[in-house]
């Protein structure tokens, strides 16, 4: 399908993390880009419907809303019947608690159908749009799948908080891997949110994730504000509501930081004339037994995971240990077919590149894939 609307900018606000201004932030960025003089449409994915509650709609009053468009193989068609306005140049596609039974719906469907469902929607749009900013629920499930396959940048709200930060670098990667399964590169930022620079902590916290994420992070920083929770009170973008407040200021700059830089998509680099990287290779009887390595005083828990296993930890992978000059040896059975695999290991729980391989790959969040070539 032709995209109709090849100048839209779609935006996805994703968090796993329950309480980091997601909705907030979906809400207000398109306030403040409708505010400015763009045409917006949130599209709300979250079964609790905040997003849609925030801008004056009442899930409960509509006879249809986006499960109606997601649900059919058809409906791509119907997003434009399901569209409300919410104030002067801002719609929004509202969501319902319906939209929790979306993944039992489509179970039996091929996963290609199930998560293009939303960026076969968008396309469909006759309505000209500047913006789509997509709010998606607390998880990272079919939903947030569509989310993806349909959005060209993502936005994490992170919290400037020390459990936001634990959790954060999780998430990209999570990410990472759903767009390297998905073949997609999305741009993907980090916005601080629910800042109080009044406490030392928030400003180490700010500090040490703007040193972790560098230009990745927004310049911009979402301050707590009451009149951000009022303005949502009152079905409201906070710009309209408030709009000398520190909240509507913060989105303000947030919009026009938006708006003033262009998506970047992130290609993969070609890597030359790749080397096979076989730490320990034996013939165990057919040719597709790879055994690889790794070593490390320290660690207690080595697993590998890579495009072999569905990026799921050891899954198919034979391991055993040993111990050999001080140093503790993980050793991976792979029953690899020739051909290219990017992969990680996963040492406690933390994913690393393998140290003992000099080809990587880059991702869309930053860390890079080891790469594995077997001829």
């Known amino acids: 399908m032709t995209r109709r609307n090849e100048s839209m900018r779609t935006i996805a606000i994703v968090n796993q993390k329950g309480g980091c201004a997601k909705t907030t932030t979906a809400v207000n960025l398109a306030g403040c880009l409708a505010h400015d003089g763009a045409s917006v449409l949130v599209i709300d994915l979250d079964p609790q419907a905040h997003a849609s509650l925030a801008l004056g709609v ?9 499960y109606e468009v997601l649900a059919d193989e058809g409906g791509a068609e119907r997003l434009a019947e399901v569209v409300v306005p919410a104030g002067e140049r801002l719609h929004v596609a509202p969501s319902g608690i319906v939209l929790s039974a979306l993944e039992q719906k489509l179970a039996q469907d091929r996963a290609d159908s199930r998560t293009t469902r939303l960026a076969r929607a968008l396309d469909a749009l006759v309505e000209p749009y500047d913006y789509a900013i997509i709010d998606c629920p607390p998880n990272v499930g079919l939903l947030t799948f569509n989310a993806l396959r349909a959005a060209q940048e993502v936005i994490v709200p992170v919290e400037a908080s020390h459990f936001a930060m634990h959790g ?46 560098g230009d990745a992070c927004f310049d911009t920083v979402i301050r707590n504000s009451i ?56 013939d165990a009887g057919a040719n597709d037994v790879r055994i690889v390595e790794f070593r490390d005083a320290g660690a207690n828990d080595v697993r590998i995971a890579g495009d072999f296993n569905g990026w799921v930890p050891d899954r198919g992978v034979v391991s055993s240990t040993r111990q050999e000059d001080g140093a503790r040896v993980w050793r991976k059975v792979l029953h690899l077919q020739p051909g290219t695999y990017a992969y990680r290991y996963v040492v406690d729980g933390e994913w690393r590149e393998d140290p003992t391989n000099p080809e990587r790959v880059p991702t869309p969040a930053g860390p890079r894939n080891s790469l594995l070539v077997v001829r």
Do not use: C, W
Request: glycine share 4%; aromatic share 4%.
């Open 168 to 213: 954060v670098q999780k998430l990209l990667e999570t990410i990472t891997l759903l767009s390297e399964r998905l073949g997609i590169a999305p741009e993907i930022r980090i916005l601080p949110t629910l800042y109080d620079g009044r406490t030392r902590f928030a400003r180490e916290t700010l500090a040490e994730m703007r040193e972790r994420f």
């Open 227 to 282: 009149k951000l929770r009022e303005a949502a009170r009152r079905g409201l973008p906070v710009v309209l509501v408030a709009p000398s407040s520190n909240g509507a200021a913060d989105h303000a700059a947030l919009a026009a930081e938006v708006a003033a830089r262009a998506p970047v998509r992130l290609e993969a680099a070609p890597v030359a004339e790749p080397r096979e990287i076989v730490v320990e290779f034996r």
């Open 58 to 66: 009442d899930p409960e009053s509509l006879d249809e809303n986006l």
